[in-house]
């Protein structure tokens, strides 16, 4: 993922441009992404576009207000997001044992944001004959809750995953 403009950087909270310097600053040069991370192919419904920081903000747009307590807090206010980007962007995208990306899930017809879909913790690491599992979440809109679209988007991503993530 290509970093934040410079006047975009200026723009984010202080806390997340220190910690973006730091993930930085840890990685190896010339290091890249452990895995291909890509967006997923469209489902009958849905559009699956990779987060960065320039659709970032859709977070806020789906969940700040929302009560539901198991919406993650990060997802709520502006600077717990960033941050949580910044990890996102800057730390899990080049870890080789806990990878991870986000996918902005949107509707096909009209691009519209319903919700984010999750994979972290993927790992390089072989150990008894076993690659580590993986984990996946998801979380929806209020508005696009029980209507399917989290276990499409799901279904889809584990099917998926021996695919975007082989070496």
């Known amino acids: 993922m290509a970093p934040p403009e410079k006047a975009f950087f200026k723009t984010l909270q202080p ?3 220190e910690a973006i310097r730091l993930h930085r600053e840890m990685r190896r040069k010339r290091n890249t992404p452990s895995f291909r991370y890509q967006n997923l192919p469209d489902t009958d419904r849905l559009r699956y576009e990779l987060v960065t920081w320039k659709n970032f903000t859709a977070y806020l747009d789906l969940f700040q207000n929302d009560p539901n307590p198991f919406v ?14 910044a990890h996102l962007l800057e730390y899990s995208r080049y870890s080789f044992k806990h990878g991870g990306c986000d996918w902005l899930l949107r509707l096909k017809t009209d691009g519209t944001p319903i919700g984010v879909l999750h994979v972290y913790d993927l790992n390089w690491e072989f150990i008894d004959g076993k690659f580590f599992p993986c984990m996946v979440g998801y979380a929806l809109g209020e508005a696009f809750r029980k209507q399917g679209f989290a ?11 021996p695919v975007l993530f082989q070496r």
């Open 15 to 17: 806390k997340t441009r």
């Open 72 to 85: 993650d807090e990060h997802f709520k206010t502006r600077p717990k997001l960033e941050r949580y980007i």
């Open 151 to 161: 276990y499409e988007a799901a279904s889809h991503l584990l099917n998926q995953i």
